[in-house]
């Protein structure tokens, strides 16, 4: 059981060149996240889908796109990368479960960028 | 709007000590809150999650956390560090509301256990 799968591990860019994260989850879940983390300051939200077909801004969506490629597989694209997005991303996965549900979420390796 | 605030972003304790962590939350409502971990280089891992169920809530390698409404807080604890507990630790709380399955995390607060 895999869990969350993101690809790549490492990317280094330079300034203005694009790319694009892949994350599948093998889970059946429902809801996937795209965080990002930088020292000192947590994780913060890129762009979630709460289900297939939706994708919503998170708390810092500047910058990325996101497509909810279908249940399984959630990208993140960065159209023209700035020494700003260098950062360790994270992919995450949930059921779901509403409003009375805690919807823990199971998280992914990681994809660590740098912007040259 | 929820948030969690975490005391201290680097706590250093010696192998056999009382491990505390703290996290205090802001929510106008009964939130969901979590402990997550991570080690160096791997993704977050779910260390114990608190539902209102029950406020001691007891979580994964010996962890607990204790939910305290009058003062805000869910500290984590764990009676004897083990070298192995060295890692980062983040308070999540969930907002409700639009959006409701979203996570807030805090800023993090890295552990180190001195042999």
């Known amino acids: 059981n895999a869990g969350v799968t993101q690809t790549p591990k490492f990317q280094v860019l330079k300034t203005g060149q694009s790319m694009t994260l892949q994350c599948a989850q093998d889970?059946?879940?429902?809801?996937m996240y795209w965080y990002r983390q930088d020292p000192g300051m947590g994780l913060r939200l890129i762009y979630y889908s709460a289900s297939e077909g939706t994708t919503d801004k998170g708390e810092v969506p500047n910058g990325y796109n996101v497509s909810r490629l279908n249940k399984r597989e959630f990208s993140l694209r960065l159209e023209s990368a700035a020494p700003s997005q260098t950062s360790v991303y994270f992919c995450?996965?949930?059921?779901?479960?509403?409003?009375?549900?805690?919807?823990?979420?199971?998280f992914g390796a990681g994809s660590r960028l740098t912007v040259l | 709007a929820q948030s969690v605030t975490q005391l201290g972003s680097h706590v250093s304790v010696s192998e056999g000590a009382l491990v505390l962590l703290r996290c205090n939350y802001s929510s106008s409502v009964p939130p969901y809150l979590f402990w997550y971990v991570q080690y160096p280089n791997q993704g977050l891992q779910l260390l114990l999650k608190?539902?209102?169920?029950?406020?001691l809530v007891k979580g994964i390698n010996g962890f607990e956390a204790e939910f305290k409404k009058s003062e805000t807080s869910f500290h984590l604890t764990k009676p004897s560090a083990h070298m192995s507990d060295a890692a980062e630790y983040f308070c999540?709380?969930?907002?409700?509301?639009?959006?409701?399955?979203?996570?807030?995390f805090g800023k993090g607060t890295k552990l180190s256990v001195i042999p």
């Open positions: 999540a709380v969930r907002r409700t509301g639009a959006g409701s399955y979203q996570l807030t």
């Open positions: 889970m059946n879940h429902n809801s």
């Open positions: 608190y539902t209102s169920a029950a406020t």
């Open positions: 995450a996965s949930s059921e779901n479960q509403g409003e009375t549900g805690a919807n823990v979420l199971t």
